[in-house]
């Protein structure tokens, strides 16, 4: 139980002669909530893409819950893994995009119904009656039949969560999921990552602009610069005594802007 539910050891990710990622070690608990900030260009939402294995790496392994993501042992040896083990064990990953990528023609309890019954093979029923499930929980019990083009942009983006919850992910991943709404949207959302931290078994990884909720809610802030882990520590710590120079200006820059 002592290891980690995460781990990046040596991640790189290169785009031609740009390296995106260079030599990250990270390492995540169980139950842990770790947000990651920084500038536009600096690997952030790289490494959730890597960790839904939506991005392959160049170099290092990732882990999750003991076990090699990106490989699998073969004949001894670390190999790449292949498409069959990447599925198994990113099966225990849940991701929550920007933009929602809600399918337009399911209703939201089709939403939430169709990975459990196409992946996991759930019943239709077993799979209707844990989508409703999550959609009371998120609020949105009464919009269940509702299409997407009848929801708010906060709306999609909790039938969304309830999409991803549907799945009893291990580990959920939120990927900038406030910035495509209008202000007034985005305390819904956070409301509802509020309680999946407090009453969901879940190690949880989040990349924000939100630096009000970063420092509430995370156990953890990371701040990525260049690739890299520039620095990291408490909420209280980053956000009140900064030790990097580049952080104190990232922070003074986007504190300045609200």
């Known amino acids: 139980m002592n290891q980690p539910m995460v781990r990046f050891e040596n991640v790189t990710k290169r785009y031609g002669a740009l390296t995106v990622l260079d030599k990250l070690n990270l390492d995540i608990s169980r139950n842990e909530k770790v947000s990651i900030i920084g500038p536009s260009g600096s690997g952030k939402t790289t490494v959730l893409r890597m960790l839904m294995t939506l991005e392959r790496i160049n170099d290092g392994v990732i882990w999750v819950n003991g076990e090699p993501l990106t490989h699998m042992q073969r004949s001894g040896r670390m190999v790449p893994a292949n ?26 309890l089709q939403n939430c119904m169709e990975a459990p019954v196409s992946v996991l093979g759930l019943s239709k029923p077993e799979a209707e009656a844990r989508a409703a499930e999550l959609l009371d929980m998120v609020g949105l019990g009464e919009k269940k039949n509702h299409f997407p083009i009848q929801l708010s942009g906060g709306q999609k983006q909790r039938v969304a969560i309830a999409r991803a919850l549907a799945m ?28 999946l931290g407090a009453e969901y078994d879940l190690t949880m990884l989040m990349v924000t602009h939100q630096m009000g909720f970063a420092k509430e809610f995370s156990d953890r802030v990371c701040f990525f610069y260049g690739g890299k882990i520039a620095e990291q520590g408490s909420p209280d710590q980053l956000f009140g005594d900064p030790q990097n120079e580049r952080t104190r200006q990232f922070l003074s820059a986007v504190l300045e802007a609200k």
Not at 85 to 103: A, D
Request: hydrophobic share 45%.
């Open 83 to 108: 498409n069959r083990h990447l599925r198994r064990v990113r099966g225990q990953i849940g991701m929550v995009f920007q933009h929602f990528n809600l399918f337009p023609h399911m209703t939201a």
């Open 168 to 195: 009893r992910p291990k580990v959920m991943l939120f990927d900038e999921v406030t910035s495509a709404l209008d202000p007034e949207l985005v305390g819904e959302v956070l409301n509802v990552i509020r309680k």
